[in-house]
C-alpha cells in the first residue's frame, strides 16, 4: 500500500462537544461524508458514519 502526504487536510472536524468524554461530527473533504466521533475518556471510542433518514450516509451539501 502506498500512503501519498498532502497539505490538503483529508477530515476537517465540523462540530465539538464534551471534553475528556465527548463527541465530534468529522467531515471527509473528498467525499463530503459525516462520521460520528465518540470517545470515553482515554480508554475507549467509536466512528460511524452518520445516516440519513433512508439508510445512506449524510452528505454535506457544500462540499
Known amino acids: 500500500m502506498e500512503i501519498i502526504m498532502t497539505k490538503e487536510k483529508r ?3 465540523v462540530y ?3 471534553k475528556l468524554t465527548g463527541y465530534k461530527i468529522i467531515k471527509d ?3 463530503g461524508v459525516m462520521y460520528l466521533f ?8 467509536g466512528l460511524t458514519p ?5 439508510g445512506k450516509p449524510l452528505v454535506d451539501a457544500e462540499r
Do not use: M, R, S, V
Request: glycine letters at 14%; zero cysteines; a negative charge.
Open 11 to 13: 477530515f476537517e472536524i
Open 16 to 18: 465539538k462537544q464534551g
Open 29 to 31: 473533504t473528498k467525499t
Open 38 to 45: 465518540f470517545n470515553d475518556g482515554a480508554y475507549a471510542g
Open 50 to 54: 452518520l445516516l440519513d433518514p433512508d
